[in-house]
């Protein structure tokens, strides 16, 4: 879901056929140093330059080098918004990467989220990106309780994206202890939302009073990138373009609304005035049976009723954008 005024509707788009090539896989890595630009301040075009929020790096050094020791050092999460163009191209790219081990020990794994809210019933969807050729494992998650903001949800499809990849990454860890057949050295992980709010919010530079659902969200993406680093993984987050054509993104895209409105058609929804007075007499009550082992949905509801009560009738706040189906 792209950050655009709302409401909005929007066709779904057809994804194009794309053809993976083992040759542009190398060149991948050479763009990516290509666009990579370090800096503490941001700079005045700030749409022309990744943002990467490695504190550490030397002012002097204004191109980094990809995967030193020095990269792993430190816990950190990257986040890159490129121009529109750049970020079209780059996502369409990550489409023929190889994403089976290489022949120097390492392996990517590409994610795409996105996020849909429908008369205050939500839902994000992750596609991960599967190695055949416009292949992907695409799974849903409702957010648990009434919300009006599409942008913490973006967040949340973001969490769920990157606890994914702790599962994976884990996975290939545990195959090398037992069998061998796990023997990889470091990890890739990417992650293309069309959010750019929410990639400013993790980011920091949206300095705007934040909910807490979002503050809880935000923590659970900077805990979950550094559990993925100290599993010897890279962990980076892509602005793509919505709306473009691209493959993932339209999977994810098209994954997330026909959930959002699954749960409002279940939750009878269906309009947003209904949604409004679910939101305003519980916006913390869940609003589907919640897991009682350990889960992701269950650690996000008890840090919300830790620490935002619910008071029945709750106006909005300020900050809550309008309810609308993406």
Not at 110 to 134: K, L
Request: glycine share 4%; with cysteine; proline share 6%.
């Amino acid at each position: 879901m792209a950050d655009q005024k709302c409401p909005r509707f929007s066709a779904s788009a057809t994804p194009p056929e794309h053809t993976a090539s083992a040759s542009r896989h190398h060149d991948r890595k050479t763009q990516r140093d290509e666009y990579r630009i370090l800096t503490k301040e941001a700079p005045k075009n700030i749409d022309d330059y990744e943002i990467s929020l490695d504190q550490d790096a030397e002012d002097s050094q204004p191109v980094r080098k990809l995967l030193s020791n020095s990269d792993l050092d430190h816990p950190q999460v990257k986040v890159f918004i490129r121009t529109r163009e750049k970020a079209l191209s780059f996502a369409m790219e990550a489409h023929s990467w190889n994403l089976e081990p290489n022949n120097k020990n390492s392996r990517i794994h590409v994610f795409w989220t996105d996020a849909s809210v429908v008369n205050a019933c939500a839902a994000g969807a992750v596609a991960r990106q599967e190695a055949r050729p416009g292949a992907f494992v695409t799974i849903t998650y409702t957010y648990p309780c009434p919300i009006l903001c599409p942008l913490t949800v973006e967040i949340f499809a973001i969490s769920n994206a990157l606890s994914d990849a702790v599962t994976r990454v884990r996975e290939c860890l545990r195959a090398l202890a037992t069998d061998g057949s796990g023997r990889l050295s470091q990890h890739e992980v990417f992650v293309f939302t069309d959010s750019e709010g929410a990639l400013r919010v993790i980011q920091g530079t949206n300095k705007k009073a934040l909910s807490q659902d979002t503050q809880v969200l935000v923590q659970f993406v900077t805990s979950m990138s550094v559990e993925l680093k100290a599993l010897g993984s890279l962990v980076e987050l892509h602005l793509v373009p919505g709306h473009s054509k691209v493959p993932g993104n339209c999977e994810a895209h098209n994954a997330s609304r026909y959930a959002a409105r699954s749960l409002a058609s279940q939750r009878n929804m269906t309009n947003a005035e209904k949604g409004m007075r679910l939101y305003q007499n519980g916006p913390f009550t869940a609003l589907f049976p919640l897991p009682e082992e350990p889960s992701f949905l269950l650690d996000l509801m008890r840090a919300l009723h830790l620490t935002r009560p619910v008071y029945p009738g709750q106006p909005l706040g300020i900050g809550f954008l309008p309810i609308f189906e993406d």
